[in-house]
C-alpha cells in the first residue's frame, strides 16, 4: 500500500540536543519506513529560528522566504518529495513568493505557522483564506490548543471558505483527558475540505485509531504526518497498520485522502 508523510521536515531543533536531522537523513528513514512519498512543511527553522534564542518564533521573513527556495531546490532533485510554502500572511513579500512557488510541479500546498510566527490566525483568517481560494490551494495547519492556532479557529475559517481545503496537524488535546477535538471538529464542521493530521506520538496510543474512525468521525479526511524530525514515522505507522479498522480505512489514512486534499497522485 501507498504511503503518503504529508508532514515532515529537516533541520535543527535548536533546544533540544535531538529530534534534528539533515534533508537526507529525513528521506532515507521514510524510505526505509516504507514511505512512499513525503510532503516537506519547511525546515525546522521556518518555524523556530536559532538564533531567537529558547523563544520558538521565527519572525524573520527573510530567513523563511530562503528556505522555502533551499526546500524546493531540495525536494525538486528527489522523485519522491514534494513541499509545500511557508506563508507568513504579515508580509506581502510572502504572499507573492508562495503565488510564484506554487506554479512549481513539486510545490503543492500552503504551510501555515501562525504561533510560530506570532499572529492569531483568526485575526488574518480571511486574507490567508482569500489567497488560499484565489490559488485553489490547500494549506497545512499547525493547529494546538495555545491561543494562536486552535483547531476551532482554523474549523470556524474552514466553514466559511468551503472550497478552502484546511488541514490542522497534531490531532491531539494539549491537556488530559485527550479530547481528539481536531476529529469531533471534522465531524461538526459545514465544510467537507476540512481535515486533520495524525501528527502526534499519542495516535499509537493502544485502540486511539480505531475509536477515531469508528466513534468520532470516520477515515475520509484523516491523514497520516510523521512531523520527521520530531517523531520516528515506524512507530504511528505501526498503530495505524496494525489498527483493527478496515483495509479501506487504512488506505484513506495513508494515502488516499492526502491524493484528494493534495490534488496530486503520489
Ligand atoms: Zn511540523
Redesign the pocket.
Known amino acids: 500500500m501507498k504511503i503518503v508523510d504529508t ?1 515532515s ?1 529537516y533541520g535543527t531543533v535548536s533546544d533540544t540536543p535531538f529530534m534534528s536531522a539533515s534533508f537526507e537523513e529525513v528521506v532515507e528513514v521514510s524510505r526505509k519506513a516504507g514511505i512512499t512519498a513525503n510532503v516537506f ?1 519547511g525546515r525546522v527553522e521556518s518555524a523556530v529560528d536559532p538564533s531567537r534564542g529558547g523563544e520558538r518564533k521565527n519572525l524573520d521573513i527573510d530567513l523563511i522566504m530562503r528556505i522555502n527556495e533551499e526546500v524546493l531546490d531540495r525536494t525538486s532533485r528527489e522523485p519522491d518529495c514534494y513541499m509545500c510554502c511557508v506563508l507568513n500572511p504579515l508580509h506581502a513579500r510572502s504572499f507573492e513568493q508562495t503565488e510564484e512557488l506554487l506554479r512549481e510541479p513539486g510545490c503543492v500546498g500552503v504551510k501555515i505557522l501562525a504561533r510560530y510566527h506570532g499572529y492569531d490566525v483568526e485575526v488574518l483568517g480571511d486574507e490567508i483564506f482569500s489567497f488560499l481560494a484565489d490559488q485553489d490551494a490547500p494549506a497545512m495547519f ?1 493547529s494546538i490548543e495555545n491561543g494562536f492556532d486552535d483547531p476551532p479557529k482554523i474549523a470556524y475559517l474552514a466553514a466559511k471558505y468551503p472550497t478552502v481545503k484546511a488541514c490542522m ?1 497534531h490531532m491531539y488535546s494539549c491537556g488530559a483527558p485527550i479530547a481528539l477535538t481536531h476529529a469531533r471538529l471534522i465531524r461538526t464542521c459545514a465544510s467537507t475540505s476540512l481535515y486533520a493530521g495524525l ?1 502526534h506520538p499519542y495516535m499509537a496510543f493502544y485502540s486511539i485509531i480505531e475509536h477515531t474512525v469508528r466513534e468520532i468521525c470516520g477515515s475520509d479526511r484523516l491523514m497520516y504526518g510523521s ?1 520527521l524530525p ?1 517523531h520516528v514515522p515506524a512507530a504511528q505507522l505501526a498503530a495505524i497498520e496494525q489498527a483493527d479498522i478496515a483495509d479501506a480505512d487504512k488506505a484513506n489514512i495513508l494515502f488516499r485522502n492526502a491524493e484528494r486534499f493534495f490534488g496530486q497522485e503520489f
Open positions: 508532514h521536515h512543511l499547525h496537524a501528527e512531523d520530531c
